[in-house]
């Protein structure tokens, strides 16, 4: 069974790559009328190239797997989990990013993600530019503006923002580039784990509310993934005795997750009119009866910030390795990630609650 879903993912993966190089079209309408994307490089699909920053992803080999190659501008070789969810809702075109909307239809949505960003203001600033959570929540208010001058109106912009899904998937920044790095900020000298997870979860929560009052109903919130095990965690930080990830920055990071999953359950009852939606990033596990087999070393040389190497050449055996450099998991990955959160029958029980995001999608908003 476990051969038959690994054999299954490869060849789907191989099938869509495929499909979006060809620009492929298959006639059916989306699942919902469009995308609007919170978060950092997990999703980030362009937005930083133009911010005076070290977190880009616009050079060889990212992007090697992409149609378009490193002009993808994705923090991966080829896509990333969001735009494999975008394919799987029906979408045939890449949900523009906001610094390039110039040219693309926005009724269809937009990706604000920003490179290094987090929940917090500060957070990443010594790599320099980015645009944090509540950046881009002001962003998503242009768009939301130029959407009812298109659609005639605010009313009109609201009743077709309320079908739209809302995917916010951030925090992990939060942790590695401000937390863990008391050279350059306080936050682990204010607070312990937890304040410091009530504190980003506080601003989540701001944000949850101004994004309701922008027309939002549907929403998905991605829990923090397992910061511990990336190479660059265990590279910089080290193993203690018997770990395979470094523990600490797991449960660290666990606290907030919990913390925007009580949020979920809290805005599901609090607003009646909408649906929210959890992803347990850490749920499911990654082993080799999926066919990965390198699972802790990137596949790029990477620079001492976890990037890769710019014009460096990329391992070949991509659909095995988790992550593509320091940081950042592989297309390959991206796709299980993708599909466990788009239909649970596909995932570990407690991926996602209440509903898949398949379900959300057909979910009645009145
Ligand atoms: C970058 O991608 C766009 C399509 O998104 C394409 O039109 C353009 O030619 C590409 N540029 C390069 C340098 O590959
Ligand atoms: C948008 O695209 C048009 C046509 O390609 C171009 O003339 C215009 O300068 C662009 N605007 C921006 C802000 O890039
Ligand atoms: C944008 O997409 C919407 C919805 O698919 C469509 O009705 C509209 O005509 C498109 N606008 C442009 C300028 O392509
Ligand atoms: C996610 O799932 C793992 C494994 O079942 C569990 O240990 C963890 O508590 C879950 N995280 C959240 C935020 O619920």
Not at 130 to 155: C, E, F, R, T
Not at 190 to 215: I, K
Not at 279 to 289: E, I, L, R, Y
Request: charged share 15%; with cysteine; glycine share 8%.
């Amino acid at each position: 069974m476990a051969c038959d879903t690994k054999t299954w993912l490869v060849l789907h993966v191989v099938l869509l790559v495929t499909c979006y190089m060809q620009h492929c079209v298959n006639g059916q309408t989306p699942q919902v009328p469009c995308i609007f994307v919170f978060g950092d490089s997990l999703s980030d699909n362009g937005n930083n190239n133009n911010l005076l920053t070290n977190a880009k992803a616009n050079y060889d080999p990212y992007g090697v797997d992409f149609p378009t190659g490193s002009n993808g501008s994705r923090f991966t070789n080829g896509l990333t989990s969001i735009d494999y969810i975008g394919e799987f809702l029906g979408f045939t075109d890449f949900i523009p990013p906001f610094a390039n909307t110039n040219g693309s239809n926005i009724s269809h949505g937009v990706n604000y993600a920003s490179g290094s960003a987090g929940i917090s203001f500060e957070t990443a600033k010594h790599m320099g530019d980015n645009v944090p959570l509540l950046l881009q929540l002001i962003h998503h208010n242009i768009i939301v503006s130029k959407i009812a001058l298109m659609l005639g109106g605010l009313p009109q912009a609201q009743q077709y923002l309320k079908k739209c899904l809302y995917y916010v998937n951030i925090g992990s920044n939060d942790y590695i580039n401000n937390y863990y790095l008391p050279q350059f900020y306080p936050s682990s000298r204010f607070f312990n784990p937890e304040q410091y997870a009530q504190v980003l979860s506080d601003q989540f929560s701001l944000f949850l509310q101004a994004l309701h009052a922008a027309g939002a109903r549907k929403h998905v919130i991605v829990g923090v993934g397992l910061i511990g095990c990336t190479p660059n965690a265990i590279a910089t930080k080290g193993l203690k005795q018997g770990e395979l990830c470094v523990e600490q920055y797991n449960a660290d990071s666990l606290i907030l997750s919990l913390k925007l999953r009580a949020l979920v359950d809290r805005f599901n009852t609090e607003k009646p009119d909408s649906k929210y939606i959890f992803v347990n990033s850490t749920a499911g596990s990654v082993d080799a009866s999926l066919g990965f087999t390198v699972f802790n070393a990137p596949c790029c040389p990477v620079r001492s910030d976890g990037m890769c190497v710019r014009d460096s050449i990329p391992c070949t055996n991509r659909n095995q390795h988790v992550f593509h450099d320091g940081f950042h998991p592989t297309q390959a990955l991206n796709y299980l990630t993708a599909l466990t959160s788009y239909d649970s029958t596909f995932a570990a029980p407690g991926t996602t609650s209440p509903m898949d995001i398949k379900q959300l999608a057909q979910y009645p908003i009145n």
